[in-house]
């Protein structure tokens, strides 16, 4: 009858529309060339690339922290990369490019600290510049923090710690840098600095001292660390470096000699370069 074929006919075009729409790719938004570099450099990724070695992108814990990064990052894009995830693992020049950025992350990292071991071997003048550095960095974020006014109303109590944060980089920085600094900043600024350093010499005894400066840099590395995260990548290095600064002087006040620090270090690092340049670069 006319009523079974057309009834026939909307079954057949209903099954032919369920059938397209099951074939059809992810609904969601299309990941960029330009988004899947930025998802492949995210911190977590790249350490978890590390990690992986020669497995890379077909790794379950890099495919876990790509997913992560983009939950995090963009959540607009979190079911499509889901969903390409597994696609870049089976793509060579997905797999070359992620293997790329994750050998020069070593490598950076091994730069960066082969840097910080030339200063240590300075003795105590390396550590000192080292420490300025470190200070410098935690002023510099705390200025960036205090000049976004709006943590005010959203984040008081890290707003409040920054201030703290900047005093606390500034009278560091003072017992670091060279006397002769202090007499030009004074004489130019017309600031009491030294007067300044003398009250803390009085009242704050501890700061003369390497083993107190060291307390100090590690009661400043937790207070960024109690803010940071991945996300926060800021507060996270200069928070870790300040700890380091911390237990380098903490480490001197105990008798142990930077150089012998450094050389343990250097050890370290030798180990872990070694076990990179051996292991085969694979497609």
């Known amino acids: 009858s006319d009523s079974d074929s057309d ?3 909307d079954s057949a075009m209903f099954g032919s529309k369920k059938s397209a729409a099951a074939s059809s790719p992810s609904s969601g938004k299309q990941i960029s060339e330009e988004l899947q570099e930025t998802l492949l450099q995210d911190p977590r990724v790249q350490q978890s690339l590390v990690n992986a070695g020669e497995a890379a992108l077909k790794d379950p814990e890099v495919q876990r922290q ?11 894009y979190a079911a499509e990369a889901k969903a390409q995830v597994k696609v870049w693992a089976n793509d060579p020049k997905v797999q070359a490019k992620a293997k790329s950025m994750a050998k020069a992350a070593v ?10 071991l030339k200063k240590i ?15 410098a960095t935690s002023g510099g974020l705390a200025v960036m923090s205090l000049l976004n006014v709006l943590l005010i109303f959203s984040h008081l109590v890290l707003y409040m710690v920054s201030v703290y944060q900047l005093l606390f980089s500034l009278t560091t920085m003072l017992f670091e840098m060279n006397p002769d600094w202090v007499v030009t900043i004074e004489e130019k600024s017309r600031i009491p600095v030294s007067a300044y350093q003398d009250m803390l010499l009085v009242n704050a005894r501890f700061l003369s001292l390497t083993g107190g400066r060291g307390l100090f840099y590690l009661f400043q ?4 660390l109690s803010f940071a995260s991945f996300t926060e990548l800021f507060k ?13 002087h903490v480490l ?6 930077p150089k012998d620090v450094a050389t343990k270090m250097r050890e370290g690092y030798s180990k872990v370069r070694s076990s990179s340049s051996s ?4 497609p």
């Open 121 to 135: 071997e300075q003795g105590p003048a390396g550590v000192r510049f080292l420490a300025f550095v470190a200070s």
């Open 279 to 282: 292991a085969p670069s694979g």
């Open 236 to 248: 996270l290095a200069a928070g870790l470096f300040l700890l380091f600064v911390g237990l380098l």
């Open 107 to 116: 490598q950076f990292i091994g730069s960066a600290g082969e840097q910080i």
């Open 7 to 9: 009834s026939d006919s």
């Open 66 to 76: 790509i997913i992560e990064a983009c939950k995090d990052r963009f959540p607009e």
């Open 221 to 224: 590395g937790t207070l960024w």
């Open 252 to 257: 001197m006040h105990f008798g142990v000699a």
